[in-house]
Each structure stands twice: as structure tokens, then as C-alpha cells.
Antibody, heavy 118, light 110 residues
């Protein structure tokens, strides 16, 4: 069965960096675009970034552009999110999600919590 | 940047009633629109993609309609498990692709 498992969350000070990982299994990882989506405590969903199935294109929300980098290693079936210059407003549960078709994420991980605090 | 506005913010209904949720885009997104359901402590669940196609395993009481800027999610007869928060998500027509979400509609038991 399809599984997405995030890791790498934790508490980090403002201005520091953190890298999240998302391990995929049960499907052809290299055949799907992948998203990162976040949700601040008690708030709605916010799309963060997308990477194409082959890594050739990446797209970012304006709120993270220039600070976050999405990447993937298809040989390891793993998606990454490198987060630099972290701010308090980046505090959220970060989900990875598989893109299906043009719009629609049909599988999601359980999320990993990132807390940016001094 | 395309903004999605969902209405109402909260919808209070009883089991068995019909629910109609709206999502309006600030400019046309063609049919690049999805709907999700999220329950507390859980990841979102895809309900509808490409505006009107039910995702795998989604009951027939869920339906989506619309194109361009105005979209609707309809739940024909509410079951107890349908009370949750619902989000719409769009993809811009042209690169750079952006996949913004609406702010959500909370469907609560009356």
C-alpha cells in the first residue's frame, strides 16, 4: 500500500535551518510530482512547494521562496524540504503529499511538526 | 496570485440534510480545482479532483461542480462522519504553477 512518512521535524531557533524528509513506498515514486503542504496550529492548509516527478521543475509559495528548497532523490524514493532562515511563522505541521494528475493529492503523510522558537 | 474564497466559513446542518459549499477563485482556474476533507488530528483526504471527479473510494453522496471561477461541493445527504473541515485547492493555468488553498469551511452538527 502507498505510504508516505515524514521525518526531521523538531524545535529550531529563528534564523536556523532544518531539513525535512519524506520516504515513499508502495508506488512508483519517480512517476509522481510531490508537494509539501503545511498547517500552522489551529489554522488552514498552506501549500508550500511542488517538485515534478523527475525533479526538473520546482514551484514555491511566495511565503517561502528564496528560503526553502524542495528536492528529491528518486533512487532513494525520498522527498526533501530544506528550510533556511526559519521564522516563527514557519511553525506548522508539514505534510508531504503525492500529486495525482493536474490537481489533487491522493496520498498524504502523517505530518511532522516544526516549531520555530527561541 | 490567485485567491480562493470559501463560503460559508461555518455551516451548521443536521444528518440527512444537503450541504452546499462554495469556492470562488479571483481569476479563472479552468477546472484545476480539488476538494479535501480534514478531520481533527488527521491529514487531509482527497474528495474531488478536476472540479467534478470523485477520488477513489469516495462515496457517491459527494459531488463537485463548476469551472472557471465558481465551484461547488455538494454532499447530498449528510452522514455523521461528514462533519469536518473542507478545503478547496486550485492550480494556476500557467507556469509558475501555484497550488493555493481556500481558507476552509467548517461543517458542524446543528
Amino acid at each position: 500500500q502507498v505510504q508516505l512518512v515524514e521525518s526531521g521535524g523538531g524545535v529550531v531557533q529563528p534564523g536556523r535551518s532544518l531539513r525535512l524528509s519524506c520516504a515513499g513506498s508502495g508506488f512508483t515514486f519517480s512517476g509522481h510530482g510531490m508537494h509539501w503542504v503545511r498547517q500552522a496550529p489551529g489554522k488552514g492548509l498552506e501549500w508550500v512547494a511542488l517538485i515534478w516527478y523527475d525533479g526538473s521543475n520546482q514551484y514555491y509559495a511566495d511565503s517561502v521562496k528564496g528560503r526553502f528548497t524542495i528536492s528529491r532523490d528518486n533512487s532513494k524514493n525520498t522527498l526533501y524540504l530544506q528550510m533556511n532562515s526559519l521564522r516563527a511563522e514557519d511553525t506548522a505541521v508539514y505534510y508531504c503529499a503525492r500529486l495525482s494528475g493536474n490537481i489533487g493529492s491522493d496520498y498524504w503523510g502523517q505530518g511532522t511538526l516544526v516549531i520555530v522558537s527561541s | 496570485e490567485i485567491v480562493l474564497t470559501q463560503s460559508p466559513a461555518t455551516l451548521s446542518l443536521s444528518p440527512g440534510e444537503r450541504a452546499t459549499l462554495s469556492c470562488r477563485a479571483s481569476q479563472s482556474v479552468s477546472n484545476y480545482l480539488a476538494w479535501y476533507q480534514q478531520k481533527p488530528g488527521q491529514a487531509p483526504r482527497l474528495l474531488i479532483y478536476d472540479a467534478s471527479n470523485r477520488a477513489t473510494g469516495i462515496p457517491a453522496r459527494f459531488s463537485g461542480s463548476g469551472s472557471g471561477t465558481d465551484f461547488t461541493l455538494t454532499i447530498s445527504s449528510l452522514e455523521p462522519e461528514d462533519f469536518a473541515v473542507y478545503y478547496c485547492q486550485q492550480r494556476s493555468n500557467w507556469p509558475p504553477y501555484m497550488y493555493t488553498f481556500g481558507q476552509g469551511t467548517k461543517l458542524e452538527i446543528k
